[in-house]
């Protein structure tokens, strides 16, 4: 069965095009235009959600980004990107994996919303200076996990560091990065020299 992943350049599906890239499994890969829901025809037929990414498997269909990687690495592992229950990290890998998108890149949402997305008249600098702070205090727990660890959990690069890791890039695009503390700008820099990495931002 073939790996379909249906992205958009920058969008969370960054994360499952990232870990497909540093596992070396084969995909095919549909880039659209964002929104996709509008520029691309019959996409509501494939994710009812309209939203990216959307990735197929036979008969599985799968629309978070973070739970794709979870996905790839349980399904077409073992690999050392991947936790299992008996490792003792496992909780606080599985936290990463959601906190990265509940807790980092959902303020960041907002921002974009309402600083590019929407029109002139419909952008509210309010909203978006208030959960700029709020991704801000959030990424404490990055700069506390990084300070004295390459990596976010069992010393090694796993899915946790590109769930996150998104996150962080989702902040560069956005203008925020100057505002990083010095651990989490050198935990970014390291995971941007990967050439998975690499790769998977300009696909």
């Not at 959600?49 to 990735?55: C, H, R, S």
């Not at 990290?89 to 990463?96: E, F, I, K, R, V």
């Not at 990495?197 to 300009?202: E, H, K, N």
Request: aromatic share 12%; hydrophobic share 35%.
């Amino acid at each position: 069965m073939t790996i379909k992943l249906y992205h958009c350049k920058g969008a969370r599906s960054v994360r499952p095009l990232w870990t497909l890239e540093e596992m070396g499994i084969d995909y095919e890969l549909e880039s659209m235009k964002f929104p996709p829901r509008m520029f691309r025809e019959g996409y509501l037929n494939i994710n009812p959600l309209g939203t990216v990414p959307a990735m197929t498997e036979g008969d599985v269909l799968m629309t978070e980004s973070s739970g794709i990687c979870q996905y790839l690495v349980d399904v077409h592992g073992p690999s050392p990107m991947g936790l299992t229950p008996q490792d003792k990290d496992y909780g606080a890998y599985l936290n990463w994996l959601h906190r990265s998108d509940a807790t980092l890149t959902f303020p960041q949402t907002i921002v974009l919303r309402y600083t590019r997305l929407e029109p002139e008249e419909r952008r509210l600098k309010q909203a978006a200076d208030d959960y700029t702070q709020w991704f801000f205090a959030r990424l404490r727990s990055v700069e506390q996990a990084v300070s004295d660890h390459d990596y976010l959990c069992a010393d090694r690069f796993t899915i946790a560091d590109i769930a996150v890791g998104y996150a962080l890039y989702l902040a560069t695009t956005l203008g925020l990065r100057e505002g990083f503390k010095p651990k989490t700008e050198a935990y970014l820099q390291r995971l941007e020299a990967r050439p998975a990495f690499q790769r998977a931002i300009t696909l």
